[in-house]
């Protein structure tokens, strides 16, 4: 990595981190599902821009909408059935705008999947961002994810840059090393061990050990998941709207698999 690139990364945090620190700690549950919401738009029209071709621009769109409405729908439903509309309504619409415009039939059933998983991988999950937040605590969890998440990928740059020998993935993501997946896993424990010293004192060791090494994991199978997708489309970056980090999606793939397990975790598993 370029230093060139290294001081615009730099830069971004010093204008990113406040507006975030600030969004998570002190902004009210609607201005914080209000963000949520645009920036789930902005990474679904990042994923359709590599997905889909050029051709498919109107389903793109209605797909855009068709997700963002999904996780409005996942936040806010108050049943069962609701949560069931929520996901179930997207798909059918979408369906049914490619049964109606159906192009090419040899590339139809590629492009509609495609349209059905980017619903299916962002929303769905980014939606738990959300929920988390409206749980007791809700903020120290949103941050607490947000912390290991920062711990564990930037130890896991330093122990790679400085010790990776051994690939991780080449196939999918040929910079990572096993040295520096190790390194991100100690992170992330111990990024969970300082913000539970300094914010969140009601989390027991257990907690710290089991919730600093998930994430840790997690994080890191979101990174390869969206690096993998990017390789079958044939693109570096997702987007160009953060300097020195790609698009938004490129910022969100670490979150988007750490948040659903933080939040069943903080449900099902923490009283």
């Not at 002190?26 to 679904?44: D, H, N, Q, T």
Request: net charge positive; proline share 4%.
């Amino acid at each position: 990595m370029g230093r060139d690139v290294i001081k615009q990364r730099i830069l971004t945090a010093l204008v990113a981190l406040p507006i975030l620190i600030l969004c998570v700690f002190y902004a009210s549950l609607g201005l914080f599902a209000g963000v949520l919401f645009v920036l789930c738009a902005l990474a679904l029209q990042e994923f359709y821009r590599m997905a889909l071709p050029g051709s498919r621009r109107l389903e793109a769109s209605l797909s855009i909408v068709a997700g963002v409405a999904c996780c409005v729908g996942l936040v806010y439903a108050q049943s069962p059935p609701a949560v069931l509309v929520s996901l179930v309504l997207p798909f059918i619409l979408v369906a049914v705008v490619y049964l109606v415009r159906v192009q090419v039939m040899q590339t139809v059933s590629r492009d509609l999947s495609m349209s059905l998983l980017g619903i299916l991988y962002i929303p769905v999950l980014l939606s738990h961002a959300v929920l988390l937040r409206m749980l007791p605590d809700g903020r120290h969890w949103v941050f607490l994810v947000l912390f290991i998440v920062m711990a564990s990928d930037t130890l896991a740059y330093f122990v790679g840059m400085k010790c990776g020998r051994h690939r991780l993935y080449e196939a999918v993501s040929p910079k990572k090393s096993i040295e520096g997946s190790v390194g991100g896993l100690v992170g992330g424990v111990l990024g969970a061990t300082i913000f539970k010293a300094l914010f969140f004192h009601d989390l027991s060791g257990l907690d710290v050990i089991l919730l600093g090494t998930a994430v840790g994991v997690f994080s890191q199978v979101g990174d390869l998941v969206e690096s993998l997708m990017k390789r079958s489309f044939g693109v570096k970056d997702s987007g160009v709207l953060i300097p020195g980090h790609g698009g938004v999606l490129d910022r969100l793939d670490s979150l988007l698999f750490a948040f659903p397990l933080t939040y069943y975790y903080a449900v099902w598993g923490w009283a």
